[in-house]
């Protein structure tokens, strides 16, 4: 299920390649490994995953615009829009530089905005922000995020009846401002209460997002969804991304 939404999304992102005359340009497309303090200045806190060094941001440069995507496998890229249209999908480093590509091209032609991780303050501020706004659409839902953003959790907990699904051992059945993180073991029971689930993007790069597409209300967060939520008409909150 999952491997299919990932190839209707290539090939809506190959055919704006195409439809703009990229494919057959030798586009230079770099995706490079972001350091902490590049991709988070000092966000006031020190458990994101970035910061523990289990995910990197990968970052692509296309006509002067950049995109990114979390991932934890990580390197460097150098290659053509072409050569990344021919690659095979085969594991999450690949999947990365697709993503990083297609959330810079998208921006370069306007069809998306804000694929630049927020940095210093930017983490707390979207997450009141997401707070307020969950406030307002979805009072009183129980809800499910998938991916620990800790400036998240900790907005979130006071407010809604909130579990948190993560991959992190070094979270699972652990505590997190005051909410439990559980693992796969429950990801089915987490999954089913739910009334809203909170989806991080990078869910994309691992090749897991369709497993949370359940028919229920969804919210993507992140810079790493930001062109493919564009594509496929997804809703996404990332207030404070550039």
């Given at each position: 299920?999952?491997?299919?939404?990932?190839?209707?999304?290539?090939?809506?992102?190959l055919?704006v390649?195409?439809?703009n005359?990229?494919?057959?340009e030798?586009?230079?497309?770099?995706?490079?490994t972001?350091?902490?303090?590049?991709?988070?200045?000092?966000?006031?806190?020190?458990d994101?995953?970035?910061?523990?060094?289990k995910?990197?941001?990968?970052?692509?440069?296309?006509?002067g615009?950049?995109?990114?995507?979390?991932?934890?496998?990580?390197?460097?890229?150098?290659?053509?829009l072409?050569?990344?249209a021919?690659?095979?999908?085969?594991?999450n480093?690949?999947?990365?530089?697709?993503?990083?590509?297609?959330?810079a091209?998208?921006?370069?032609?306007?069809?998306?905005?804000?694929?630049?991780h927020?940095?210093?303050?930017?983490p707390?501020?979207?997450?009141?922000?997401?707070?307020?706004?969950?406030?307002?659409?979805?009072?009183?839902?129980?809800?499910?995020q998938?991916?620990?953003?800790?400036?998240?959790?900790?907005?979130l907990?006071?407010?809604?009846?909130?579990?948190?699904?993560?991959?992190?051992p070094?979270?699972?059945?652990?505590p997190?401002?005051?909410?439990?993180?559980?693992?796969?073991?429950?990801?089915?029971?987490?999954?089913?209460?739910?009334?809203?689930l909170?989806?991080?993007?990078?869910?994309?790069?691992?090749?897991?997002?369709?497993?949370f597409l359940?028919?229920k209300?969804?919210?993507?967060?992140?810079?790493t969804?930001?062109?493919?939520a564009?594509?496929?008409?997804?809703?996404?909150?990332?207030?404070?991304?550039?």
């Amino acid at each position: 299920m999952s491997t299919s939404l990932l190839e209707d999304i290539r090939a809506r992102t190959l055919a704006v390649w195409a439809e703009n005359g990229l494919l057959e340009e030798p586009i230079a497309v770099r995706a490079r490994t972001l350091s902490v303090e590049e991709a988070l200045g000092n966000p006031e806190g020190d458990d994101f995953p970035l910061q523990k060094g289990k995910e990197r941001l990968m970052e692509a440069e296309f006509r002067g615009a950049r995109g990114q995507a979390f991932t934890d496998r990580f390197g460097d890229f150098t290659g053509t829009l072409g050569d990344v249209a021919r690659m095979p999908l085969a594991n999450n480093f690949r999947r990365a530089v697709f993503i990083a590509a297609c959330n810079a091209t998208l921006r370069s032609l306007g069809l998306c905005d804000r694929t630049i991780h927020c940095r210093d303050s930017g983490p707390g501020e979207c997450a009141g922000l997401l707070r307020d706004h969950l406030l307002e659409r979805f009072p009183g839902a129980r809800i499910t995020q998938v991916g620990y953003q800790p400036k998240i959790v900790q907005a979130l907990a006071g407010s809604f009846d909130l579990r948190v699904l993560d991959l992190d051992p070094d979270n699972v059945g652990q505590p997190r401002h005051g909410v439990r993180i559980d693992g796969p073991n429950t990801a089915r029971e987490a999954l089913g209460r739910a009334d809203l689930l909170l989806v991080t993007g990078s869910t994309l790069a691992n090749d897991s997002l369709g497993d949370f597409l359940l028919g229920k209300p969804v919210i993507l967060y992140g810079t790493t969804i930001a062109g493919p939520a564009a594509l496929m008409g997804w809703e996404r909150f990332c207030a404070r991304s550039e």
